[in-house]
């Protein structure tokens, strides 16, 4: 019997192994179907196409969306591979919002039927290409998970001679990001040098515009012929900056096999808290809480004889001041070039800063130009303030990416650092003696420093076994006896992080816990909805949190214990306690 049971089961795992081993076109699982299509085949070499993975899922299931919430990092992903391609990064929606009574938090998932289109672009060479996408991920309902591991595979022929006039699927159902992806090279090549020309109307750079033109144009007074050539050398000097974008780009795609996109560097949490305290720092600069100082070379203050390797050493220091205030237009461009062949992606890269360096070209030529500018005044301060509300809100937009326990110390720390900025562009004058100035900024910087460290490093792990708020659990411990704690909190509460670190923190509570075999109970009531937040109401007749309550067996009314200044008398009811197995 048992040699027959050893058979079925090695059949059984066979067969299971031999059904992932090959790549199918299509998957019928219990809980899940997905499909491979390609927008067309066959394909032109050198052209641009889609993949569809097409999934539906059964009633009530779902893939983990969020890669900071997916447990053990078993979020969906996508892995596309095939001969002779290049693939861009998927494009993936956003997911639905979930609620997980399991954990008490609200989670982003997947469910129904959704899509996810990955771009790529043909080789020069006619042949059969084997695309297959890996798809790997954790699929769940409300009872039980099940490990999602496939590989769907299909043959995609590339000829000179393909139709690629009728698609399989219309570009318009993708939406917006795939449209950019399909853009004519010839449309984003011109994107590129408007993106470019918009770095010169931020206000970082509207203020030194002029001053920057009048110093070239004073240097070559003797002849309009050196005015353009000084002109030309100081775009040089910028274009240099976009260069070494470039180079850059291609170091890490040939030399590394890394693709520089910015929508992977999002699903790092610490990457996303940088960006959003990055966010922060260039809103406060518009608010007009610091400044930069604009170097002697790019203001004219310094010395005038420069010449030609003078005026390219200052447009590349003036495209490095420009581009704190042009961040979300830079990085936007550079992320469609890093989904494109490095040939096209450079040559966007390069059309940015020949789009920045035309205007500076052209006013040296014509400086009578200048007399157009308008000039800095209110409305480039309210300017200035509109954008900085603006650069917030996209911080606080990034800070959705990170899980919810890390969300409110970053916005802490923004306070912090918003008083540090203000100490280092306020407190400081230009007639401010040296050695004061200097103090002032050292204490600015270790303020930012040490509360880095407290507010932005990872939380201690908890000396406390803390169990989700569940009624039958509870219930079936006072049955059995056992003591019970109930921690009411909520992620909004001061006072509750303010219990944590002095009452739970303890070692000396969190031993006598464990001596006395008490369950603790973590009943969250972050919304009016969750059961703990019920039962706060109806059962224990609390009207807020912090508030602790015991449930012990020699009491037949539970002990209320309120607020934050409760270790006192915690511990006394704990030591009444017997020790866990004593009779």
């Known amino acids: 019997m048992r040699k027959k049971d050893f058979l079925l089961f090695s059949i059984i795992t066979a067969t299971l192994f031999f059904s992932n081993a090959f790549a199918v076109e299509k998957i019928d699982d219990d809980f899940v179907k997905i499909e491979l299509f390609f927008q067309h085949n066959p394909i032109a070499p050198d052209s641009n196409s889609l993949l569809q993975i097409k999934f539906k899922l059964a009633k009530n299931w779902h893939f983990y969306a969020d890669p900071c919430t997916a447990p053990k990092d078993m979020y969906l992903k996508v892995l596309p591979s095939g001969g002779g391609l290049s693939f861009g990064k998927p494009l993936i929606p956003q997911g639905n919002d979930y609620f997980d009574k399991v954990t008490g938090k609200k989670l982003r998932v997947y469910s129904d039927s959704f899509s996810i289109y990955i771009p790529f672009t043909a080789g020069p060479d006619s042949r059969i290409a084997d695309v297959n996408v890996a798809v790997k991920g954790l699929a769940c309902s409300e009872q039980l998970c099940q490990p999602a591991l496939y590989d769907l595979g299909k043959k995609l022929e590339i000829s000179k001679s393909a139709d690629m006039t009728r698609p399989a699927f219309a570009i318009s159902d993708i939406g917006s990001e795939a449209k950019i992806l399909q853009t004519a090279p010839t449309i984003a090549l011109s994107l590129a040098i408007a993106a470019g020309l918009l770095l010169n109307v931020m206000p970082c750079v509207w203020p030194i515009l002029p001053i920057i033109v009048m110093r070239l144009v004073g240097q070559s007074k003797q002849s309009k012929a050196k005015s353009i050539a000084m002109g030309l050398s100081f775009a040089l000097g910028i274009i240099l900056f976009f260069i ?308 012990l067996p020699d009491k037949t009314e539970p002990v209320h214990l309120p607020g934050n200044l409760i270790k006192p008398k915690l511990v006394k009811n704990l030591e009444t306690l017997k020790n866990k197995g004593r009779l």
């Open 244 to 551: 070494a974008l470039a180079a850059l780009n291609i170091i890490l795609k040939l030399s590394f096999g890394i693709v520089f996109q910015w929508g992977d560097q999002f699903r790092n949490p610490a990457f996303v808290i940088a960006m959003a305290l990055l966010m922060a720092t260039l809103a406060m600069y518009m608010f007009g809480l610091f400044s930069f100082g604009i170097p002697a070379s790019v203001s004219g203050k310094g010395d005038q004889s420069g010449g030609f390797v003078g005026s390219v050493a200052t447009g590349f220091l003036a495209a490095v001041l420009s581009t704190p205030c042009s961040f979300a237009i830079l990085t936007f461009v550079l992320a469609w070039a890093q989904t494109q062949p490095i040939p096209l992606a450079t040559i966007t890269i390069l059309l940015i800063g020949i789009g920045m360096a035309l205007p500076y070209v052209i006013l040296t030529a014509m400086p009578k130009l200048l007399e157009k500018i308008p000039k800095p005044g209110r409305w480039m301060e309210l300017f200035k303030h509109a954008t900085g509300f603006i650069l917030l809100a996209i911080g606080i937009k990034l800070l959705e990416a990170i899980p919810s326990a890390k969300i409110i110390p970053v916005l802490y720390y923004i306070i912090v650092l918003a008083v540090c900025l203000w100490m280092w562009g306020v407190w400081v004058q230009y007639h401010t003696p040296k050695t004061k100035k200097w103090l002032i900024r050292l204490v600015a910087i270790a303020l930012a420093v040490t509360l880095g460290f407290i507010f932005l490093s990872e939380p201690e792990k908890s000396l406390i076994d803390w169990q989700p708020y569940d009624a039958q659990v509870i219930a079936s411990a006072q049955r059995e006896n056992r003591p019970v704690l109930i921690k009411f909190t909520a992620d909004w509460c001061f006072s509750c992080k303010i219990l944590d670190k002095t009452v739970y923190s303890s070692a000396k509570i969190a031993e006598l816990i464990k001596q006395k075999g008490v369950l603790a109970i973590n009943a969250d009531t972050t919304e009016f909805h969750y059961p703990a937040s019920v039962a706060l109401k109806d059962i224990y007749k609390e009207p807020a949190v912090p508030v602790t309550i015991l449930l």
